[in-house]
């Protein structure tokens, strides 16, 4: 049974930092590319990041970049989104996918499993 399940959302004032974690099991973890998305309330699905089964990093969403990172430890099969400096626009439920692709997908349709989210909120 393939599962991918997300934790370490919460609440968080501008400026802090959170860490999400993709805890994956069911599938041979070798050969799927892990993705972070997100969605606003009132806004669709953006890509925030993605972490490919060689450790290749693309970033999906320029606001990120230079305080998001992404990593994967493989003896746990988890998935990390450290999130620095925070802004209230990232406010938003973050969800982790998987997609059976040797690198990053550049479509969210390519992922093929997905977790059921997290929330985050940043707010003073």
């Known amino acids: 049974q393939l599962q991918l399940v997300e934790s370490g959302g919460g609440l968080v004032q501008p400026g802090g930092s959170l860490r999400l974690s993709c805890s994956t099991s069911g599938f041979f973890w070798d050969y799927y590319a892990i993705g972070w998305f997100r969605q606003a309330p009132g806004k669709e699905r953006e890509g925030v990041l993605c972490?490919?089964?060689?450790?290749?990093?693309?970033y999906y969403a320029e606001s990120v970049k230079g305080r998001f990172t992404i990593s994967r430890d493989s003896a746990t099969k988890t998935v990390y989104l450290q999130m620095n400096s925070l802004k209230p626009e990232d406010t938003a439920v973050y969800y982790c996918?998987?997609?059976?692709?040797?690198?990053?997908?550049?479509?969210?349709?390519?992922?093929?499993?997905w977790g059921q989210g997290t929330q985050v909120t940043v707010s003073s």
């Open positions: 996918a998987a997609g059976a692709s040797t690198y990053c997908p550049t479509s969210d349709y390519a992922y093929n499993y």
């Open positions: 972490i490919s089964r060689g450790d290749a990093i693309k």
